[in-house]
């Protein structure tokens, strides 16, 4: 009987060591590839395992303690070479599945331990590696991001100044109108009062035309009044010099051309002065004032008083009110009625000049009310 419970003792070490393997290989086994987990199932398997240790190494000394004992009470009893024979052989299995229950577990324990660092180094290297490619990806992405970024950049900045060139050039050119317009108006302004003072006051008029030309020296007015103020200050070459100069600006010009015509008059040269009256009225065929200064030559030379009269009837036909032109007839009726020889004609003449000079006074008195 006792040696049934004997063996019956160590089948049963044995089974539990065979099956703590099994449990223990099986566990390390179902490892996960995850760092953590891996760690905190390494650490779980080394405390099971450290307390099995303990456990058997106790399990070991109170067999090892019941045992020299069941030896030591028994040995003697034994009578066969078939009992010893036992002995050793449950003596060696228990060495057996102490191996197998406690060695062999450590021996694969380690080697699961250090198959799973060989796991987890290389899933850390793949995750290096996934990690590197990802960054190279990235960076190469980032690359293009960034030139695409760029090329936008210079896309917006190039039409941003085509922009900011034509709006600023817009905003130059809104500048000169406006500056252009606001000399313009100065220099109007000073031309207006050029034709209320020049008669008056001709130096002065004279220098506000070369104000004027200081602000515009293109400006044909300017000469044109300036050229008139000199003829009225008697310097009939600078007369001559700035009615010339307004021409080579407006070919078309009337006003100078009878201006022109004004200062040969009063120099005598009455040939100049009907050929630039000539030129005047081809380009204004309706120009009054020309035709009376015609009319004035005609008078001035005496020999043809008729073409006097024919320019001055011509010039009061296109304006009726031409006070200077009734005035210069009345003169002309009145040399006429001196060189008449009949009475008959004396008194025609004399009755038409009247008639001019009540006309005349008539008109002026007409605008001194206005």
Not at 216 to 224: C, M, P, V
Request: net charge neutral; glycine share 2%.
């Amino acid at each position: 009987m006792k040696k049934l419970c004997i063996l019956t003792m160590f089948v049963c070490i044995t089974i539990m060591s065979l099956a703590q393997t099994g449990a223990v290989v099986k566990a390390n086994y179902k490892q996960s590839n995850i760092e953590i987990v891996l760690n905190q199932q390494v650490e779980m398997l080394t405390t099971r395992i450290d307390s099995m240790a303990i456990a058997h190494q106790v399990a070991i000394g109170e067999v090892k303690e019941e045992q020299k004992n069941l030896v030591s009470n028994y040995y003697n009893q034994l009578d066969s070479d078939f009992d010893r024979f036992l002995i050793y052989m449950t003596i060696l299995w228990s060495v057996l599945g102490v191996l197998f229950g406690i060695v062999m577990p450590l021996i694969l324990n380690n080697k699961a331990e250090q198959q799973t660092k060989d796991e987890i180094r290389a899933l850390k290297d793949v995750v290096k590696e996934q990690i590197q490619i990802h960054e190279r990806v990235q960076a190469s992405r980032l690359r293009e991001l960034y030139k695409d970024v760029d090329q936008q950049i210079k896309k917006q900045n190039k039409t941003f100044g085509t922009r900011f060139a034509e709006h600023k050039a817009y905003i130059d050119k809104v500048s000169n109108e406006i500056e252009h317009y606001e000399c313009q108006a100065k220099i109007n302004q000073l031309l207006t009062e050029v034709q209320n003072i020049y008669n008056e006051d001709a130096q002065k008029a004279a220098l506000i035309c070369s104000e004027i030309l200081q602000l515009d020296k293109n400006n044909e007015n300017a000469l044109l009044w300036r050229g008139i103020a000199n003829s009225t200050m008697g310097k009939p070459q600078e007369a001559l010099s700035d009615l010339r100069a307004a021409l080579v600006i407006n070919p078309t010009l009337a006003r100078a051309y009878n201006n022109i015509g004004n200062v040969y008059l009063k120099e005598g040269q009455y040939d100049m002065a009907l050929q630039n009256y000539k030129n005047a009225l081809e380009i204004n065929p309706r120009y009054d004032v020309v035709y009376r200064n015609i009319g004035l030559v005609y008078m001035k030379q005496g020999t043809d008083l008729s073409l006097a009269e024919e320019n001055l009837n011509k010039a009061l036909d296109i304006n009726p009110n031409y006070i200077v032109a009734y005035n210069t007839r009345s003169k002309l009726y009145r040399e006429m009625s001196k060189r008449a020889t009949t009475e008959e004609m004396r008194n025609k003449y004399n009755q038409l000049s009247l008639a001019d000079a009540r006309n005349a006074q008539k008109l002026q008195a007409n605008d001194n009310q206005k």
